[in-house]
Protein backbone atom coordinates (compact mmCIF):
# COMPACT_ATOMS: atom_id res chain seq x y z
CA UNK A 1 0.00 0.00 0.00
CA UNK A 2 1.04 3.49 -0.41
CA UNK A 3 3.47 5.27 2.24
CA UNK A 4 2.59 8.23 1.99
CA UNK A 5 -0.96 9.57 4.07
CA UNK A 6 -3.20 12.29 2.43
CA UNK A 7 -4.33 13.54 5.43
CA UNK A 8 -0.93 14.85 6.18
CA UNK A 9 -0.45 16.84 2.95
CA UNK A 10 -1.69 20.74 3.97
CA UNK A 11 -4.26 22.73 1.67
CA UNK A 12 -2.75 24.47 -1.56
CA UNK A 13 -1.54 27.93 -0.47
CA UNK A 14 -2.52 29.71 -3.71
CA UNK A 15 -6.01 28.03 -4.10
CA UNK A 16 -6.53 29.18 -0.63
CA UNK A 17 -5.37 32.18 -1.12
CA UNK A 18 -7.42 32.78 -4.59
CA UNK A 19 -11.02 31.73 -2.33
CA UNK A 20 -10.44 33.60 0.38
CA UNK A 21 -10.21 36.98 -2.41
CA UNK A 22 -13.85 35.79 -3.15
CA UNK A 23 -14.73 35.78 0.48
CA UNK A 24 -14.79 31.82 0.74
CA UNK A 25 -13.06 29.44 3.18
CA UNK A 26 -11.11 26.89 1.78
CA UNK A 27 -10.03 24.29 4.49
CA UNK A 28 -9.68 20.59 5.21
CA UNK A 29 -12.60 19.01 7.07
CA UNK A 30 -12.64 17.54 10.62
CA UNK A 31 -14.44 14.60 10.19
CA UNK A 32 -14.29 13.70 13.50
CA UNK A 33 -16.66 16.84 14.42
CA UNK A 34 -20.19 15.81 14.14
CA UNK A 35 -21.40 18.66 12.60
CA UNK A 36 -18.65 18.83 9.89
CA UNK A 37 -18.81 15.24 9.33
CA UNK A 38 -22.71 16.09 8.40
CA UNK A 39 -22.41 19.21 6.42
CA UNK A 40 -19.72 17.13 3.86
CA UNK A 41 -22.25 14.09 3.26
CA UNK A 42 -25.24 16.10 3.19
CA UNK A 43 -23.07 18.66 0.80
CA UNK A 44 -21.54 15.61 -1.13
CA UNK A 45 -25.36 14.09 -1.32
CA UNK A 46 -26.20 16.94 -3.11
CA UNK A 47 -23.90 17.84 -5.23
CA UNK A 48 -24.29 13.85 -6.75
CA UNK A 49 -28.06 14.33 -6.71
CA UNK A 50 -29.32 12.01 -3.64
CA UNK A 51 -31.33 11.83 -1.09
CA UNK A 52 -30.68 14.05 2.19
CA UNK A 53 -28.41 10.99 4.10
CA UNK A 54 -29.91 9.63 7.38
CA UNK A 55 -27.92 9.34 10.15
CA UNK A 56 -26.67 6.01 9.51
CA UNK A 57 -25.48 7.11 6.13
CA UNK A 58 -23.78 9.70 7.70
CA UNK A 59 -21.95 7.54 10.02
CA UNK A 60 -20.62 5.09 7.15
CA UNK A 61 -19.79 7.77 5.25
CA UNK A 62 -17.76 9.40 8.13
CA UNK A 63 -16.06 6.08 8.91
CA UNK A 64 -14.92 6.26 4.91
CA UNK A 65 -14.22 9.76 4.74
CA UNK A 66 -12.24 9.32 8.13
CA UNK A 67 -9.18 7.70 6.12
CA UNK A 68 -9.16 10.34 3.16
CA UNK A 69 -8.52 13.96 3.07
CA UNK A 70 -11.23 15.97 2.79
CA UNK A 71 -11.46 19.71 1.82
CA UNK A 72 -14.39 22.19 1.91
CA UNK A 73 -15.33 25.36 0.30
CA UNK A 74 -17.42 27.60 2.92
CA UNK A 75 -19.56 30.42 1.97
CA UNK A 76 -18.94 33.38 5.42
CA UNK A 77 -20.77 31.45 8.41
CA UNK A 78 -22.13 28.39 6.28
CA UNK A 79 -21.69 24.59 8.32
CA UNK A 80 -23.15 23.17 4.96
CA UNK A 81 -19.72 23.41 2.46
CA UNK A 82 -20.74 24.78 -1.03
CA UNK A 83 -17.88 22.91 -2.77
CA UNK A 84 -16.24 19.33 -1.55
CA UNK A 85 -13.30 17.34 -2.84
CA UNK A 86 -11.36 13.93 -1.11
CA UNK A 87 -8.51 12.25 -2.14
CA UNK A 88 -6.19 9.67 -0.78
CA UNK A 89 -3.08 8.06 -1.90
CA UNK A 90 -3.65 4.65 -3.11
CA UNK A 91 -1.80 1.82 -5.74
CA UNK A 92 -2.50 2.01 -8.93
CA UNK A 93 -1.29 -1.05 -11.06
CA UNK A 94 0.88 -0.28 -14.31
CA UNK A 95 2.16 -2.69 -16.49
CA UNK A 96 4.87 -5.12 -15.49
CA UNK A 97 4.85 -7.94 -13.02
CA UNK A 98 2.14 -8.70 -11.03
CA UNK A 99 1.47 -5.90 -8.62
CA UNK A 100 3.90 -3.72 -10.23
CA UNK A 101 2.14 -0.11 -8.92
CA UNK A 102 2.78 3.36 -8.95
CA UNK A 103 1.03 5.53 -5.97
CA UNK A 104 -1.76 7.70 -7.29
CA UNK A 105 -3.33 10.55 -5.72
CA UNK A 106 -7.22 9.48 -5.98
CA UNK A 107 -9.59 12.33 -5.95
CA UNK A 108 -13.45 12.11 -5.63
CA UNK A 109 -16.17 13.74 -4.41
CA UNK A 110 -16.06 16.61 -6.53
CA UNK A 111 -18.85 18.77 -5.80
CA UNK A 112 -19.46 22.31 -6.31
CA UNK A 113 -23.21 23.65 -5.02
CA UNK A 114 -25.48 25.22 -7.86
CA UNK A 115 -25.84 28.29 -6.20
CA UNK A 116 -22.29 29.24 -6.40
CA UNK A 117 -21.27 27.87 -10.28
CA UNK A 118 -18.90 30.27 -12.49
CA UNK A 119 -16.61 31.14 -9.35
CA UNK A 120 -13.79 29.87 -10.07
CA UNK A 121 -14.52 27.29 -7.00
CA UNK A 122 -14.44 23.76 -9.19
CA UNK A 123 -10.88 24.87 -10.93
CA UNK A 124 -9.63 26.18 -7.66
CA UNK A 125 -10.34 22.56 -6.38
CA UNK A 126 -8.79 20.08 -9.20
CA UNK A 127 -5.83 22.69 -9.56
CA UNK A 128 -5.23 22.94 -5.43
CA UNK A 129 -5.13 19.10 -5.68
CA UNK A 130 -2.95 18.58 -8.19
CA UNK A 131 -0.33 21.36 -6.98
CA UNK A 132 -0.98 19.20 -3.48
CA UNK A 133 -0.09 15.68 -5.02
CA UNK A 134 3.00 17.15 -6.65
CA UNK A 135 4.48 19.08 -3.74
CA UNK A 136 3.65 15.49 -1.85
CA UNK A 137 5.92 13.96 -4.59
CA UNK A 138 2.95 11.94 -5.86
CA UNK A 139 3.80 11.39 -9.78
CA UNK A 140 0.26 10.80 -10.79
CA UNK A 141 -3.47 11.74 -10.19
CA UNK A 142 -7.06 9.75 -11.17
CA UNK A 143 -10.37 10.37 -10.96
CA UNK A 144 -13.70 8.80 -12.40
CA UNK A 145 -15.76 11.41 -14.09
CA UNK A 146 -19.34 11.56 -14.26
CA UNK A 147 -19.26 14.18 -16.66
CA UNK A 148 -16.42 13.86 -19.86
CA UNK A 149 -15.94 17.55 -20.80
CA UNK A 150 -14.27 19.03 -17.43
CA UNK A 151 -11.34 17.25 -16.33
CA UNK A 152 -9.01 17.93 -19.60
CA UNK A 153 -8.69 21.35 -19.08
CA UNK A 154 -6.83 20.66 -16.04
CA UNK A 155 -4.69 17.98 -17.92
CA UNK A 156 -6.49 14.96 -17.01
CA UNK A 157 -6.74 12.49 -19.91
CA UNK A 158 -9.20 9.17 -20.22
CA UNK A 159 -6.61 6.32 -19.77
CA UNK A 160 -8.86 3.24 -18.99
CA UNK A 161 -11.85 2.43 -21.09
CA UNK A 162 -14.82 0.02 -20.15
CA UNK A 163 -17.25 -1.78 -21.80
CA UNK A 164 -21.07 -1.60 -20.98
CA UNK A 165 -22.50 -5.23 -21.90
CA UNK A 166 -26.09 -6.32 -22.35
CA UNK A 167 -27.07 -9.19 -23.33
CA UNK A 168 -30.35 -10.62 -24.77
CA UNK A 169 -30.50 -14.41 -22.91
CA UNK A 170 -33.29 -15.18 -25.24
CA UNK A 171 -31.13 -15.08 -28.38
CA UNK A 172 -28.06 -15.73 -27.05
CA UNK A 173 -27.58 -19.91 -27.34
CA UNK A 174 -26.54 -19.79 -23.42
CA UNK A 175 -23.03 -20.52 -22.91
CA UNK A 176 -21.54 -24.37 -23.16
CA UNK A 177 -20.72 -26.04 -19.89
CA UNK A 178 -17.26 -26.11 -18.76
CA UNK A 179 -14.79 -27.82 -20.82
CA UNK A 180 -14.08 -31.57 -19.78
CA UNK A 181 -11.74 -31.72 -16.43
CA UNK A 182 -13.04 -28.12 -15.33
CA UNK A 183 -13.88 -28.74 -11.67
CA UNK A 184 -15.13 -24.74 -11.44
CA UNK A 185 -18.34 -25.22 -9.60
CA UNK A 186 -20.72 -22.02 -8.69
CA UNK A 187 -22.57 -21.40 -5.04
CA UNK A 188 -24.73 -18.93 -3.85
CA UNK A 189 -23.33 -16.49 -1.11
CA UNK A 190 -24.53 -15.13 2.00
CA UNK A 191 -24.64 -11.34 2.43
CA UNK A 192 -21.65 -11.36 4.62
CA UNK A 193 -20.06 -13.90 2.91
CA UNK A 194 -20.57 -12.13 -0.28
CA UNK A 195 -19.24 -8.84 1.19
CA UNK A 196 -15.77 -10.49 2.26
CA UNK A 197 -15.85 -12.56 -1.18
CA UNK A 198 -15.73 -9.39 -3.20
CA UNK A 199 -13.37 -7.95 -1.01
CA UNK A 200 -10.44 -10.68 -0.96
CA UNK A 201 -11.22 -11.38 -4.60
CA UNK A 202 -10.61 -7.96 -6.18
CA UNK A 203 -7.04 -7.03 -3.87
CA UNK A 204 -6.22 -10.39 -5.94
CA UNK A 205 -7.60 -9.71 -9.41
CA UNK A 206 -6.37 -6.17 -9.35
CA UNK A 207 -3.29 -7.25 -8.83
CA UNK A 208 -2.98 -8.17 -12.76
CA UNK A 209 -4.76 -6.06 -14.55
CA UNK A 210 -3.16 -2.33 -14.76
CA UNK A 211 -5.64 0.46 -14.09
CA UNK A 212 -7.05 -0.94 -10.94
CA UNK A 213 -6.67 0.24 -7.50
CA UNK A 214 -8.17 -1.26 -3.92
CA UNK A 215 -11.74 -1.14 -2.93
CA UNK A 216 -12.60 -0.44 0.29
CA UNK A 217 -14.91 -1.59 2.87
CA UNK A 218 -18.26 0.51 2.84
CA UNK A 219 -18.14 -0.03 -1.41
CA UNK A 220 -17.78 -4.30 -0.58
CA UNK A 221 -20.60 -3.87 2.45
CA UNK A 222 -23.03 -1.51 -0.49
CA UNK A 223 -22.16 -4.01 -3.40
CA UNK A 224 -23.72 -7.01 -1.07
CA UNK A 225 -26.49 -4.56 -0.30
CA UNK A 226 -25.41 -4.89 3.61
CA UNK A 227 -25.82 -0.50 3.74
CA UNK A 228 -28.73 0.58 5.36
CA UNK A 229 -31.64 2.86 3.73
CA UNK A 230 -30.36 1.42 0.63
CA UNK A 231 -33.38 0.79 -1.76
CA UNK A 232 -31.82 -2.19 -3.30
CA UNK A 233 -30.14 -3.94 -1.02
CA UNK A 234 -32.80 -6.36 -0.58
CA UNK A 235 -32.91 -7.37 -4.40
CA UNK A 236 -28.90 -8.10 -4.12
CA UNK A 237 -28.01 -11.75 -4.43
CA UNK A 238 -24.29 -13.22 -4.77
CA UNK A 239 -22.62 -16.37 -6.17
CA UNK A 240 -18.83 -17.92 -6.19
CA UNK A 241 -16.95 -19.78 -8.31
CA UNK A 242 -14.53 -22.20 -6.82
CA UNK A 243 -12.05 -24.06 -7.94
CA UNK A 244 -11.07 -27.71 -7.51
CA UNK A 245 -9.35 -26.77 -3.99
CA UNK A 246 -12.81 -24.80 -2.92
CA UNK A 247 -10.78 -21.90 -3.29
CA UNK A 248 -13.24 -18.86 -4.20
CA UNK A 249 -11.68 -17.70 -7.65
CA UNK A 250 -14.44 -15.69 -8.71
CA UNK A 251 -17.56 -13.46 -7.19
CA UNK A 252 -20.47 -12.10 -8.89
CA UNK A 253 -23.42 -9.69 -6.78
CA UNK A 254 -26.22 -8.81 -9.28
CA UNK A 255 -29.93 -8.10 -8.62
CA UNK A 256 -33.25 -8.84 -10.57
CA UNK A 257 -35.87 -6.31 -11.68
CA UNK A 258 -38.61 -8.33 -12.28
CA UNK A 259 -40.72 -8.18 -15.77
CA UNK A 260 -44.13 -6.06 -15.49
CA UNK A 261 -44.93 -7.41 -18.48
CA UNK A 262 -44.69 -11.40 -18.33
CA UNK A 263 -43.11 -13.66 -15.42
CA UNK A 264 -39.23 -13.05 -15.68
CA UNK A 265 -36.88 -11.01 -14.80
CA UNK A 266 -33.44 -8.88 -15.91
CA UNK A 267 -30.36 -9.08 -14.55
CA UNK A 268 -28.19 -6.42 -13.74
CA UNK A 269 -24.79 -6.86 -12.50
CA UNK A 270 -23.20 -4.77 -9.73
CA UNK A 271 -20.21 -6.36 -9.09
CA UNK A 272 -18.08 -9.19 -11.22
CA UNK A 273 -14.43 -10.12 -10.74
CA UNK A 274 -12.56 -13.50 -11.68
CA UNK A 275 -8.64 -14.19 -11.39
CA UNK A 276 -8.90 -17.38 -13.77
CA UNK A 277 -10.58 -17.54 -17.10
CA UNK A 278 -12.57 -20.99 -15.94
CA UNK A 279 -14.05 -19.03 -13.18
CA UNK A 280 -15.26 -15.40 -15.36
CA UNK A 281 -16.64 -18.37 -17.92
CA UNK A 282 -18.63 -19.87 -14.99
CA UNK A 283 -19.63 -16.78 -13.56
CA UNK A 284 -20.94 -15.76 -17.08
CA UNK A 285 -22.75 -18.98 -17.84
CA UNK A 286 -24.57 -18.61 -14.27
CA UNK A 287 -25.86 -14.98 -15.28
CA UNK A 288 -26.59 -15.48 -19.18
CA UNK A 289 -28.35 -19.10 -18.89
CA UNK A 290 -30.10 -18.34 -15.99
CA UNK A 291 -33.78 -19.60 -16.15
CA UNK A 292 -36.44 -16.91 -16.96
CA UNK A 293 -33.89 -13.99 -17.72
CA UNK A 294 -34.50 -11.35 -20.71
CA UNK A 295 -31.46 -9.35 -20.69
CA UNK A 296 -28.12 -9.43 -18.78
CA UNK A 297 -26.20 -6.15 -17.95
CA UNK A 298 -22.71 -5.16 -16.65
CA UNK A 299 -20.73 -2.12 -16.59
CA UNK A 300 -17.09 -1.41 -16.20
CA UNK A 301 -16.00 -4.53 -17.80
CA UNK A 302 -12.61 -4.52 -19.79
CA UNK A 303 -13.14 -3.66 -23.09
CA UNK A 304 -11.39 -7.40 -24.01
CA UNK A 305 -14.11 -8.89 -22.02
CA UNK A 306 -14.60 -12.32 -23.20
CA UNK A 307 -18.09 -12.64 -23.44
CA UNK A 308 -18.74 -11.92 -27.15
CA UNK A 309 -17.14 -15.02 -27.51
CA UNK A 310 -18.83 -17.64 -24.94
CA UNK A 311 -22.37 -17.24 -26.62
CA UNK A 312 -23.28 -19.54 -29.50
CA UNK A 313 -24.85 -15.59 -31.75
CA UNK A 314 -22.46 -12.61 -30.73
CA UNK A 315 -25.04 -10.76 -32.26
CA UNK A 316 -27.02 -10.78 -29.00
CA UNK A 317 -24.65 -9.00 -27.22
CA UNK A 318 -24.26 -5.38 -27.72
CA UNK A 319 -20.77 -3.68 -26.26
CA UNK A 320 -20.43 -0.18 -25.57
CA UNK A 321 -17.30 1.17 -24.96
CA UNK A 322 -17.26 4.51 -22.89
CA UNK A 323 -14.43 6.77 -20.67
CA UNK A 324 -13.90 5.52 -16.90
CA UNK A 325 -10.30 6.17 -15.63
CA UNK A 326 -8.87 9.77 -16.05
CA UNK A 327 -5.21 9.94 -15.33
CA UNK A 328 -3.11 12.92 -14.62
CA UNK A 329 0.81 12.95 -14.80
CA UNK A 330 2.60 14.85 -12.49
CA UNK A 331 6.16 13.55 -12.46
CA UNK A 332 7.05 12.29 -16.03
CA UNK A 333 10.42 10.44 -15.51
CA UNK A 334 9.01 8.94 -12.27
CA UNK A 335 5.72 7.75 -14.19
CA UNK A 336 7.46 6.28 -17.33
CA UNK A 337 10.42 4.36 -15.46
CA UNK A 338 7.44 3.22 -13.30
CA UNK A 339 6.33 0.58 -15.95
CA UNK A 340 7.27 -1.58 -18.24
CA UNK A 341 7.13 -1.62 -21.84
CA UNK A 342 6.22 -4.83 -24.91
CA UNK A 343 9.15 -3.07 -27.40
CA UNK A 344 12.63 -1.47 -27.36
CA UNK A 345 12.66 2.36 -27.96
CA UNK A 346 14.64 5.48 -27.83
CA UNK A 347 12.29 8.25 -28.15
CA UNK A 348 12.30 12.05 -27.20
CA UNK A 349 9.15 13.22 -25.81
CA UNK A 350 8.56 17.03 -25.32
CA UNK A 351 5.06 17.42 -23.16
CA UNK A 352 3.18 20.53 -22.77
CA UNK A 353 0.87 21.64 -19.34
CA UNK A 354 -1.65 23.83 -18.61
CA UNK A 355 -0.73 23.80 -15.10
CA UNK A 356 3.49 23.82 -15.84
CA UNK A 357 3.33 20.59 -13.57
CA UNK A 358 4.64 18.12 -16.41
CA UNK A 359 6.41 20.51 -18.67
CA UNK A 360 9.28 18.91 -20.18
CA UNK A 361 11.14 17.42 -22.82
CA UNK A 362 12.46 14.12 -22.16
CA UNK A 363 14.44 11.00 -23.69
CA UNK A 364 12.88 7.06 -23.15
CA UNK A 365 15.25 4.95 -23.40
CA UNK A 366 13.70 0.70 -23.02
CA UNK A 367 16.29 -1.93 -23.16
CA UNK A 368 15.20 -5.84 -24.42
CA UNK A 369 14.22 -6.05 -20.62
CA UNK A 370 11.47 -3.90 -21.13
CA UNK A 371 12.64 -1.29 -18.40
CA UNK A 372 12.83 2.62 -19.15
CA UNK A 373 15.05 4.99 -18.51
CA UNK A 374 14.22 8.72 -18.55
CA UNK A 375 16.48 11.96 -18.46
CA UNK A 376 15.94 15.49 -19.51
CA UNK A 377 17.03 16.42 -22.84
CA UNK A 378 17.47 19.69 -25.21
CA UNK A 379 17.15 17.22 -28.11
CA UNK A 380 14.40 17.70 -30.71
CA UNK A 381 11.76 15.82 -29.88
CA UNK A 382 10.09 12.86 -32.04
CA UNK A 383 6.56 13.76 -30.46
CA UNK A 384 5.04 16.44 -29.13
CA UNK A 385 1.57 16.13 -26.71
CA UNK A 386 0.18 17.47 -23.86
CA UNK A 387 -0.07 15.56 -20.76
CA UNK A 388 -3.33 14.75 -20.97
CA UNK A 389 -2.42 12.73 -24.39
CA UNK A 390 0.79 11.28 -22.63
CA UNK A 391 -1.64 10.18 -19.39
CA UNK A 392 -4.39 8.69 -21.90
CA UNK A 393 -1.12 6.78 -23.40
CA UNK A 394 0.64 5.49 -20.51
CA UNK A 395 -1.45 2.21 -19.41
CA UNK A 396 -1.82 0.79 -22.82
CA UNK A 397 -5.32 1.08 -23.00
CA UNK A 398 -5.61 4.63 -25.68
CA UNK A 399 -3.49 3.57 -29.20
CA UNK A 400 -0.99 6.34 -29.97
CA UNK A 401 -2.06 5.68 -34.43
CA UNK A 402 -5.55 6.81 -33.31
CA UNK A 403 -4.57 9.80 -31.45
CA UNK A 404 -2.03 10.63 -34.34
CA UNK A 405 -5.13 10.19 -36.67
CA UNK A 406 -7.27 12.53 -34.13
CA UNK A 407 -4.68 15.14 -33.92
CA UNK A 408 -4.00 14.92 -30.67
CA UNK A 409 -0.24 14.37 -30.95
CA UNK A 410 2.58 15.18 -33.22
CA UNK A 411 4.64 12.40 -34.48
CA UNK A 412 5.83 10.95 -37.63
CA UNK A 413 3.70 7.41 -38.28
CA UNK A 414 6.55 5.23 -37.71
CA UNK A 415 6.77 7.15 -34.70
CA UNK A 416 3.76 6.63 -33.69
CA UNK A 417 3.86 3.15 -34.33
CA UNK A 418 6.74 2.26 -32.44
CA UNK A 419 4.98 4.43 -29.40
CA UNK A 420 2.42 1.79 -29.35
CA UNK A 421 4.61 -1.28 -29.96
CA UNK A 422 6.43 -0.42 -27.09
CA UNK A 423 3.28 1.08 -24.60
CA UNK A 424 0.60 -1.72 -25.48
CA UNK A 425 -0.94 -4.15 -23.18
CA UNK A 426 -1.65 -7.85 -23.76
CA UNK A 427 -4.54 -7.62 -22.16
CA UNK A 428 -6.49 -3.83 -21.60
CA UNK A 429 -6.04 -2.02 -18.36
CA UNK A 430 -8.91 -2.26 -16.29
CA UNK A 431 -10.58 -0.29 -13.87
CA UNK A 432 -14.02 -2.09 -11.87
CA UNK A 433 -15.26 0.55 -9.69
CA UNK A 434 -15.75 4.20 -9.44
CA UNK A 435 -14.09 6.12 -6.83
Not at 184 to 207: I, K, M, Q
Not at 319 to 326: A, C, N, Y
Amino acid sequence: MAALDARDVPVDPRSKERLSASGLDYRIVDMSDPVQRRGFARADARGFLDKEPDDETIRLMGEMMSERRNIGVYAPGGELPVATVDSWVTPMTVPGDAGAHIDMWAISAVTVAATHRRRGIARNLLEGELRAAAAAGVPIAGLTATEATIYGRYGFGPAVPVSHLQVDARRAGGISSPAVGDATTVEYLEPEALRTALGEVHERTRLDRSGDIPGWSLRWRRMAGLVPGDERSRAVRGVRAAGADGVTRGVLAYTLDELAEEFGADLAIRHLDAETPEALRALWAFAVNHDLIRTVRADLRPVDDPLPWLVANQRAVQVTVHDHGWLRILDVPAVLAARTYRAPLDLVLRVSDPLGLAEGTWRLRVGQDGRGIVDATADAPDVELGVDMLSSLYLGGVSATTLRAAGRISAAAETAVAIQDAFGTAAAPALSIWY
